[in-house]
């Protein structure tokens, strides 16, 4: 069976490196999981004022997180959390009150960044967030991937032959991770 996985890049950055650690797990990914990015840049920055009435580039975000099967952020650490744009879109996607996006969706966190310990603490902070929003999470492997220059290249290669088999274990992983959810959890319940 297909399963439609609709990503988030954390990061706005043209460079981002969480952006290429997408492109490399999406190529190691079983043929089965379909992916399309879900953008945030164009969300105004959320207020409840909005939820008697939704901006159209609000509503096709949530519409785009609908059509997913499962979710995968992709997000670096900024400050020892997620970058302020990531938790605006998760704003506007949980609400208004009711339609909350996020509600059963299978879920799944990674990150990457130059330091030690690899987007741990925002993916910590990430976690607690999908789980007032109800979205199940995939709780191992966790995958903290510290980056380092020419780890991934610009096609999206994984030069790294440990880590390019432990990202394949991952996203086979979460292909089981949404079959398992989907089966017990049929999308309309
Ligand atoms: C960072 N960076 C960073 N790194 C980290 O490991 N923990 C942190 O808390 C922070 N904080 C932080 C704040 C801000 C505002 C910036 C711009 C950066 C460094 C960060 O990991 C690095 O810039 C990565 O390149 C960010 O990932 P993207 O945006 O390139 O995908």
Redesign the pocket.
């Known amino acids: 069976k297909t399963y439609k996985v609709g990503y988030f890049?954390?990061?706005?950055?043209k460079?981002?490196?969480?952006?290429?650690?997408a492109t490399a797990l999406i190529k190691l990914s079983p043929e089965n999981l379909k992916f399309s990015e879900i953008s945030f840049k164009d969300l105004p920055l959320y207020s409840y004022d909005y939820d008697a009435d939704y901006p159209p580039v609000a509503k096709a975000f949530k519409a785009a997180i609908a059509e997913a099967d499962a979710l995968l952020f992709v997000?670096?650490?900024?400050?020892?959390?997620i970058?302020g744009g990531l938790k605006n879109a998760i704003d506007w996607a949980s609400r208004p009150y009711g339609t909350n996006s996020f509600a059963r969706k299978p879920s799944a966190v990674i990150?990457?960044?130059?330091?030690a310990?690899?987007?741990a603490?925002?993916q910590q902070s990430l976690r607690s967030v999908l789980s007032f929003c109800n979205a199940p999470q995939m709780n191992a492997p966790e995958a903290y991937i510290q980056?380092k220059p020419g780890l991934i290249d610009d096609q999206g290669e994984v030069t790294d032959p440990s880590t390019e088999t432990f990202l394949r274990d991952y996203m086979e992983a979460f292909h089981i991770f949404i079959a398992r959810v989907t089966s017990v959890l049929p999308r309309d319940a």
Not at 75 to 80: I, K, L, S, V
Not at 111 to 115: D, E, L
């Open positions: 890049i954390g990061s706005l950055a460079a981002s490196i969480n952006r290429k650690l997000t670096p650490e900024y400050n020892r959390s970058p990150g990457t960044s130059p330091g310990i690899g987007t603490v925002a980056f």
